[in-house]
């Protein structure tokens, strides 16, 4: 459990970093969402081929997988659609509806087990998620993407649980990255911004740090129960809030703060309790 809780916060920590680039590229208008999520999949799997052995190429005939690659689609592209013009703390906290749709398909379809206290701290999360969308109480109506985007990502985070025993966390990646980048392709090749050296750097390190993020996330499920690794998602909300203080000088309003510790609250009680 201490390996999968040391993989899982360098997992959350990377994923910011590269939706960090991929803001940086779509709020300056340099590039579209559908850009920076179909060059995160092109890139990063350019990067992991040599390390993958052919065997993991008679994974691209499960539709499972197909289906794995749909929910990664679904979820970059909206959250770089929610960060275009959204703060990342204010998409984050959006974003771990994640956790709470992860903990209820684990235990529905996966038959993981669950408890009544962890599923109140689950419910008292949903409520901090809540305070920061505000839906129709002056939230803004963007960060319903990054609610869009926290339910497809809670649905590959189960997924990433239900197919671990296919392959190895490199072979699942690469398969993975390799459909959502067919997926997306022609979008992305519709809106190819103007390649400068700026522009290159972000969108490799926008595709490096996702694609590094997650592929620990999956050595981290491969050791523990999906329904005790969710909560630790919420480590995302602590390197958002601090890259986008560092990055734009943004930090989140009062409502938001009490949302966040909430959210946080939750999320840490919950991985601290014993079952």
């Not at 970093?17 to 590229?25: P, W």
């Not at 649980?161 to 993975?176: F, K, M, T, V």
């Not at 392709?185 to 700026?198: F, V, Y």
Request: net charge positive.
């Amino acid at each position: 459990m201490l390996q999968a809780v040391i993989l899982m916060f360098v997992a959350m920590s990377m994923i910011p970093a590269g939706d960090l680039c991929g803001k940086l590229l779509t709020s300056s208008g340099i590039a579209t969402p559908a850009f920076v999520a179909s060059s995160r999949f092109v890139v990063g799997s350019l990067l992991l081929l040599p390390f993958v052995p052919r065997r993991a190429y008679l994974l691209l005939k499960n539709w499972r997988m197909w289906l794995r690659a749909l929910f990664l689609v679904g979820g970059i592209f909206s959250v770089q659609t929610a960060l275009k013009t959204e703060p990342m703390a204010d998409v984050f906290a959006a974003f771990f509806i994640g956790p709470i749709i992860s903990y209820v398909l684990s235990a529905l379809f996966l038959r993981e087990p669950t408890t009544w206290l962890r599923s109140l701290l689950m419910a008292v999360g949903f409520a901090g998620v809540i305070l920061v969308v505000r839906p129709g109480f002056g939230g803004s109506i963007n960060l319903l993407w990054a609610v869009l985007a926290g339910s497809f990502y809670g649905a590959f985070l189960t997924t990433g649980r239900w197919l671990a025993h296919l392959g190895s966390p490199l072979e699942l990646s690469l398969i993975q990255l390799l459909l959502a980048a067919a997926a997306m392709l022609p979008l992305g090749l519709a809106n190819l911004p103007e390649l400068t050296p700026s522009t290159t750097a972000l969108t490799v390190g926008s595709a490096v740090f996702s694609m590094l993020g997650n592929l620990i996330l999956l050595f981290a499920y491969n050791k523990v129960a999906a329904t005790k690794l969710a909560p630790m998602v919420y480590f995302q909300l602590i390197a958002a809030v601090g890259l986008g203080w560092a990055a734009f000088g943004q930090l989140p309003d009062m409502l938001t703060w009490l949302g966040l510790l909430v959210v946080v609250s939750a999320g840490l009680g919950s991985a601290l309790l014993r079952r």
